[in-house]
């Protein structure tokens, strides 16, 4: 079974940066969307950034300018780069794909930031 693996997560002041990494298991093929999403306690998941096969990205509005993403079809990996970081992108943040109709989530990885 394929799986997702992230990496990354961390404690950073704010102001600062981070950047994860997010790595298919094994090769799939055809992966359309690889995205970022995030999810506090008791909140719902909401998308973070996304970006298709052919490079077409997507963000969630308070994190344009600071956040980018981008993606290795090569590697099947998705990277977020994390710029200017604030305390209210805190949060479990998962990496997601789509092949072929499927979801495949990671597992999460904690971002925490500081005041």
């Known amino acids: 079974q394929v799986q997702l693996v992230e990496s990354g997560g961390g404690l950073v002041q704010a102001g600062g940066s981070l950047r994860l990494s997010c790595a298919a298991s094994?090769?799939?093929?055809?992966?359309?969307?690889m995205a970022w999403y995030r999810q506090a306690p008791g909140k719902q998941r909401e998308l973070v950034a996304a970006i298709t096969s052919g490079a077409g990205t997507n963000y969630l509005d308070s994190v344009k300018g600071r956040f980018t993403i981008t993606r290795d079809n090569a590697k099947n990996a998705v990277y977020l780069q994390m710029n200017s970081l604030k305390s209210e992108d805190t949060d479990v943040y998962y990496c997601d794909a789509e092949a072929g109709g499927v979801r495949i989530w990671g597992q999460g990885t904690q971002v925490t930031v500081s005041a």
């Open positions: 094994r090769i799939i093929f055809r992966i359309n969307v």
